[in-house]
T-cell receptor, first 112, second 118 residues
Framework: KQEVTQIPAALSVPEGENLVLNCSFT??????LQWFRQDPGKGLTSLLL?????REQTSGRLNASLDKSSGRSTLYIAASQPGDSATYLC???????????FGAGTRLFVKA | NAGVTQTPKFRVLKTGQSMTLLCAQD?????MYWYRQDPGMGLRLIHY???????AKGEVPDGYNVSRLKKQNFLLGLESAAPSQTSVYFC?????????????????FGPGTRLTVL
C-alpha cells in the first residue's frame, strides 16, 4: 500500500531564505507526482506536476525534483516571501492512473 | 470559466440525516474525484469517476454514495450521516480527452465544503 510522508510537518524561515520541502513515498511504481499549495480555509492549488518519466519541473521560483528509485521528491523554493506562507502538499498517483495518495503536508511560515 | 465549484460551502447535520454535495466543473474534464480532509491525515479519496455514468471506490468509500449522470457534475451523498463524517470535503477534476485516450493531467480542486455532523 502506497504511503506518502512529508518532512518537516512545519517550518518557519526568515524572508529571502531558500528552502527545501521533502516528500517520500513507499512504492516507486507511480504515474506522476504533484505538489499543491493550500491556504487556510481554501482549496488546493496545483504548483507542479512531474510525470514518472521526468526528473524535475520548474515554475518561477519553484523547482520540484523526482527520484523514483529512492522514492523521494523535493520542492525547492528560492528567495522565500511572506506570501509563500501556506501548507504544501505532495500527492502521488498510482500507475492505474486514478488513485492519488496525499501526504499530510508541510506548514510553511515565512517571516517578514 | 469558473473551474470547479462546490455547493454548499457549509452544512451542519444531525446524526442520521441525509444530504447531497454537488460538484460542477466547466473544463470538460473526463475524471472527477471526491476527497475528505481531516486534521493530520491529509486528503483521502472517497470515490472517483472516469467518465459520465461511471463511478469507482477510493480509499474510504463506506457511508458515501456517488453519481455522475452528467459529465460536468459529480454528486456525493450521505444517506445516514455520522459524527465520523465531520470533515472538509473537496471535489477535483482532471483529464481532457485527446483522440482515443484520455489524458490524465493536473487535478483542479474546488473550494471545499465544511460539514459538521452533530
Amino acid at each position: 500500500k502506497q504511503e506518502v510522508t512529508q518532512i518537516p510537518a512545519a517550518l518557519s524561515v526568515p524572508e529571502g531564505e531558500n528552502l527545501v520541502l521533502n516528500c517520500s513515498f513507499t512504492d516507486s511504481a507511480i504515474y506522476n507526482l504533484q505538489w499543491f499549495r493550500q491556504d487556510p480555509g481554501k482549496g488546493l492549488t496545483s504548483l507542479l506536476l512531474i510525470q514518472s518519466s521526468q526528473r524535475e519541473q520548474t515554475s518561477g521560483r519553484l523547482n520540484a525534483s523526482l527520484d523514483k528509485s529512492s522514492g523521494r521528491s523535493t520542492l525547492y523554493i528560492a528567495a522565500s516571501q511572506p506570501g509563500d506562507s501556506a501548507t504544501y502538499l505532495c500527492a502521488v498517483r498510482d500507475t492505474g492512473g486514478f488513485k492519488t495518495i496525499f501526504g499530510a503536508g508541510t506548514r510553511l511560515f515565512v517571516k517578514a | 470559466n469558473a473551474g470547479v465549484t462546490q455547493t454548499p460551502k457549509f452544512r451542519v447535520l444531525k446524526t442520521g440525516q441525509s444530504m447531497t454535495l454537488l460538484c460542477a466543473q466547466d473544463m470538460n474534464h473526463e475524471y472527477m474525484y471526491w476527497y475528505r480532509q481531516d486534521p493530520g491525515m491529509g486528503l483521502r479519496l472517497i470515490h472517483y469517476s472516469v467518465g459520465e455514468g461511471t463511478t469507482a471506490k477510493g480509499e474510504v468509500p463506506d457511508g458515501y454514495n456517488v453519481s455522475r449522470l452528467k459529465k460536468q457534475n459529480f454528486l456525493l451523498g450521505l444517506e445516514s450521516a455520522a459524527p465520523s463524517q465531520t470533515s472538509v470535503y473537496f471535489c477535483a477534476s482532471s483529464g481532457i480527452k485527446r483522440g482515443a485516450l484520455p489524458y490524465t493531467d493536473t487535478q483542479y480542486f474546488g473550494p471545499g465544503t465544511r460539514l459538521t455532523v452533530l
